[in-house]
């Protein structure tokens, strides 16, 4: 077996990191200080135990790096016969063809009339792809500073941060720009809120306020830029989305009513949007049950694919006696969800639903297995199945006394949506490489 390389690597792993380490100090003008030579001494030994390959990445790394220190050694060749539009047609194919070293080899070598951020981009993009994601993020970061227009570096960062787990980082970013989100694109306004959404916690955390504070400045941020520019074609998704982000905002800071007026905007907006239709029918009380399944109907009318409206509608019809219903809606959740006890639940109400409309008691005695075996310690199935047999054997009434409730809580799938809501922007604007890349760095 072959010994271990790059990020597999141990060594190299740790090797990496005193290198970022040490090109920190260097940009805070420390590079001769006692810290880094301690750095350097840490270093050594594991370099020693490097392969070949691991330290000539490891030298271009450094190489790389040194473009981003403001005293930097490095200086672009002399003699270089392309100008920029023949550099970027060259490194083009590279990409395309994903030979991501060679790309970074071709940027050691580019005219100095190549853009330094659209360098930096493209430095960041070769080494995520090379699966350097902590070297990556210092490219992205210092793309990030480099912009002088616009924001798409910015937005790009705040993805990559978010993307490889920086949470903490990432809200601080997030936060910082809420301070003055004047000059913000929508885009990145939408995306800094849903950020200090997502990973903020709900309001039994007190310092999570000022975040949910913040993205609700976001969010109004955004929509008076979005009211100003009405003839966009992403003007109705954005004035949407920020509408369902301020009212989850409010349903942290446990705030129903502002929750309830802003979802309600946010349908007024787009009565097919099926995200919101959930979450109005959520935040229903029992007095307004009929309200709360209207708008699950109309929901699942959307082709909805969370399991909480048909999840919801299955236990109306079932608590009514509509067996046949229950059935359907049962058959339509099963399909929306991988959580054991939402499936044994399922299963649970399909079995008694079976059950009460006679079909043959050995398919209802499946159905009550396999809610077992998803939830084993679930008393309330062991209860109804209990029933079932002893109903079955006589010795209980023909038509058993059904324990019927509903495990999963209000406020559990209002948080699961929540979640959901504030993650679809996020997901939507980080898929294939990130928001911006392909604006920033227009190579193809």
């Not at 950020?195 to 941020?221: C, H, W, Y």
Request: charged share 25%.
């Amino acid at each position: 077996m072959s010994a271990p390389i790059f990020r597999d690597n141990p060594d190299y792993a740790e090797s990496v990191r005193l290198l970022i380490r040490l090109h920190k100090l260097f940009c805070e003008g420390k590079g001769e200080s006692v810290q880094a030579d301690e750095i350097r001494e840490a270093t050594e030994p594991l370099w020693w135990k490097l392969a070949e390959i691991e330290r000539e990445r490891i030298d271009n790394m450094a190489a790389d790096l040194s473009t981003l220190e403001p005293d930097s050694a490095f200086t672009h060749p002399e003699v270089v016969e392309v100008d920029a539009s023949e550099f970027w047609k060259q490194v083009g194919p590279l990409r395309r063809e994903g030979r991501f070293t060679q790309v970074l080899g071709s940027l050691r070598k580019m005219p100095e009339c190549v853009a330094a951020q659209r360098a930096t981009v493209l430095r960041a993009l070769s080494y995520e792809q090379l699966g350097e994601h902590e070297i990556a993020l210092v490219f992205f970061e210092a793309a990030a500073r480099f912009e002088k227009e616009g924001d798409a570096a910015t937005t790009l960062f705040l993805s990559k941060l978010f993307n490889y787990q920086r949470r903490k980082e990432a809200v601080r970013l997030a936060s910082a720009l809420a301070e003055n989100p004047e000059p913000l694109s929508i885009e990145l306004s939408l995306f800094a809120a849903d950020i200090l959404g997502i990973l903020t916690s709900r309001q039994e955390d007190k310092a999570s306020v000022p975040n949910l504070r913040q993205a609700q400045s976001l969010f109004s941020s955004a929509i008076e830029k979005i009211e100003k520019w009405p003839e966009n074609p992403q003007a109705k998704f954005w004035l949407n989305h920020s509408y369902k982000g301020i009212a989850l905002c409010h349903y942290q800071l446990d705030n129903q009513a502002e929750t309830i007026r802003f979802l309600d905007r946010a349908i007024a907006t787009d009565s097919t949007d099926h995200e919101a239709l959930t979450l109005r029918g959520l935040m229903c009380d029992s007095a307004q049950v009929d309200d709360a399944i209207a708008y699950f109907r109309r929901a699942t009318e959307m082709r909805s694919p969370d399991v909480w409206p048909y999840l919801f509608l299955a236990f109306d019809a079932l608590v009514n006696g509509r067996y046949s219903e229950c059935l359907n809606w049962c058959a339509l959740a099963l399909t929306r969800s991988r959580d054991r006890e939402i499936l044994a639940e399922l299963h649970e109400w399909i079995a008694i639903s079976l059950a009460e409309t006679g079909t043959h008691h050995d398919r209802v005695r499946e159905m009550f297995q396999r809610a077992l075996l998803l939830s084993p310690a679930n008393e309330r199935v062991v209860h109804n199945f209990d029933a079932f047999e002893n109903a079955l054997a006589g010795k209980k009434a023909v038509t058993p006394r059904w324990d019927v409730q509903k495990d999963i809580e209000t406020h559990e799938a209002l948080a699961f949506m929540s979640g959901r809501v504030q993650t679809s922007y996020v997901d939507a604007s980080t898929s294939g490489g990130g928001p911006t890349s392909a604006t920033v760095v227009a190579v193809n």
